[in-house]
């Protein structure tokens, strides 16, 4: 017969997954004059995890990455990482971060940028493992300058890893890369968490979130609106699509039962619903002419959007 945990017992489970946050927001607020950037900001950054914040533009994102980083301060709450001050000298040796906003001289020769930024670190990856990592062994001659967008960002990449950074920050890592290139990319995020490396990665990209993240924030108006495994999230929201051409009113089929949002594409329309069969008896019955009807499974994409458009969370102004 179990019996119920000791109090040593739970002390020692919460010890544990207190002891399992590598970086920690508890009741953080940040605001920029009369922007409110975060508000009440609560959640924590797990070791080993790849943790995804997603957003609208506005919502909080980069606001949150700066003050991990160490580049801004809450006005109240507690923040830290690695259990101590994200601005200390300690913390900014394990970490890494590759950010929207990065610049670096364009004359300098890709290896020399690597060189220069591995100097920074007590136990740096190698020149030649940090170019074999990001892809650019046949470029560490070239300067920065003459590189095309793709092989910039993968640039900016090796200098976030070069570090050998326990936690490493990703901020839109893909933009400007190839399908094929953005691939590389993604399995080289896998490797690294592979080998114990803790992640945060915002992107735009949602498929990128869906692909790699083990858990995923959503942040809007400066307020976390749902968290968990891309599964989690995508279950919280309509669980089917059905698309269709209907000459039906757009409000009528936004008001039938289990009807979570419905959007024009071209002459058809996209119903996001948790009542699909339900939904498609009412068609048929409201619309004997309704036709091209293709019934799926609702991606993340579908669940980020009725997350945001739902989202009632009072802001006076978003940042």
């Known amino acids: 017969m179990a019996t119920a945990p000791t109090f040593s017992q739970e002390h020692n489970a919460a010890a544990h997954l207190h002891s399992n946050a590598v970086a920690r927001f ?3 607020n940040k605001s920029y004059g009369p922007v ?4 009440d900001f609560n959640f924590e950054v797990r070791a080993g995890e790849l943790l995804a914040l997603l957003g609208p533009n506005g919502a909080g994102k980069t606001t949150a990455i700066r003050l991990l980083l160490g580049l801004a301060r809450p006005n109240s ?14 913390t900014h040796v394990r970490v890494g971060a590759m950010m929207q906003v990065g610049r670096v001289p364009e004359t300098l020769r890709v290896r020399e940028h690597i060189d220069l930024f591995c100097s920074y670190y007590p136990n740096p990856l190698s020149i030649s ?3 074999a990592i990001a892809g650019l062994e046949e470029l560490k001659d070239r300067k920065f300058g003459a590189l095309s967008s793709g092989q910039k960002q993968r640039v900016l990449f090796a200098l976030a890893i070069c570090g050998n950074p326990d936690l490493l920050f990703l901020d839109e890592p893909t933009v400007g890369l190839d399908v094929e290139a953005r ?3 993604w399995q080289e ?5 592979q080998r114990g490396k803790t992640v945060v990665l915002t992107t735009h990209y949602l498929e990128e979130a869906d692909a790699l993240a083990d858990r995923i924030v959503v942040i809007n108006k400066g307020s976390i609106i749902a968290q968990g495994t891309p599964a989690e999230i995508k279950s919280r929201t309509a669980g089917k699509t059905i698309r269709c051409v209907t000459e039906l009113p757009m409000e009528l089929l936004r008001g039938l039962p289990g009807v979570a949002d419905v959007l024009r594409d071209r002459e058809a329309v996209i119903i996001h619903t948790s009542q699909p069969e339900n939904v498609l008896r009412r068609l048929l019955q409201l619309d004997l002419e309704v036709s091209g009807m293709e019934v799926s499974s609702a991606g993340l994409e579908a669940a980020f959007l009725a997350l945001t458009r739902n989202d009632d969370t009072p802001a006076k102004s978003r940042a």
């Open 26 to 28: 508890e009741g953080v």
């Open 183 to 185: 691939h590389l990319l």
């Open 129 to 131: 493992e940090t170019l």
């Open 189 to 193: 995020i896998r490797s690294l968490l």
């Open 77 to 90: 709450g507690r923040l830290t990482v690695f259990g101590g001050d994200p601005a200390s000298v300690e």
């Open 36 to 39: 409110h950037a975060l508000v």
